[in-house]
């Protein structure tokens, strides 16, 4: 009888875990949207001061938990020299969020290239991605109508998978909630695809 009821229990109290990748050039706001993230779905949290974020090396990470499921966020270093690491994380993650600068013009070939090159990954086949355009609070900044082109010449390369571009500020927070419940959507939708972990609440 213990033995029906502490499966019965630990059955109950099972969550759902989704891992999704944030990827990006250096300075795009990568790190800055993780704690708007973290802000807008954690009403406890106490959001880091924008100006104290330095460039990540290595891995940053934060978990949100959300309508029966929990996220765990892995924020990758954008320099050059860590993109490399970006593919080691490829075959555990449900969801990949790609955040562009979009005030940085001189720099959207280089984050196009980096794009291209993450998502020629076979690793990556079919799992859902969102491409934010950061930083829209900045005055001529572009917008998702100048992006999304630049973006859609990769259009071969992502495939059939769920995929959305949308304007967003990190640092104000517009847009967070909007892109997190449609990364919430496309992941539960492709869990056939890629099941969630399974750990305890």
């Known amino acids: 009888m213990y033995t029906l ?7 109950l109290t099972q969550n759902e875990e989704y891992c999704v990748v944030i990827l990006g050039l250096d300075d795009a706001g990568k790190t800055t949207y ?18 104290r974020i330095t460039p990540t090396v290595g891995l940053n990470t934060g978990q949100v938990e959300t309508t029966g499921i929990a996220i765990q966020f892995w ?10 690491l970006w593919d080691k994380y490829y075959s555990e993650c449900h969801g990949v969020i790609y955040v562009i600068d979009s005030h940085d013009r001189d720099r959207i070939e280089e984050s196009k290239e980096a794009f291209d090159k993450m998502i020629r990954n076979e690793l990556l ?8 355009a950061n930083k829209q609070d900045l005055p001529d900044c572009m917008g998702v109508r100048e992006v999304k082109p630049i973006f859609n010449q990769s259009a071969h390369l992502i495939g ?42």
């Open 75 to 84: 924020d990758l270093g954008g320099q050059a020299e860590l993109q490399t």
């Open 5 to 11: 009821f502490s499966g019965l229990y630990r059955y």
């Open 34 to 51: 993780l704690e708007a993230v973290k802000a807008a779905m954690s009403k406890d949290y106490k959001r880091m001061d924008p100006s």
């Open 125 to 132: 086949q079919g799992v859902p991605l969102l491409v934010l």
């Open 160 to 201: 059939p998978r769920d995929c959305m571009v949308m304007p967003v500020s990190a640092l104000t927070g517009e847009g967070i909630v909007e892109g997190l419940n449609w990364m919430i959507d496309c992941l539960k939708r492709n869990s056939e695809v890629r099941p969630p972990n399974v750990g305890d609440r």
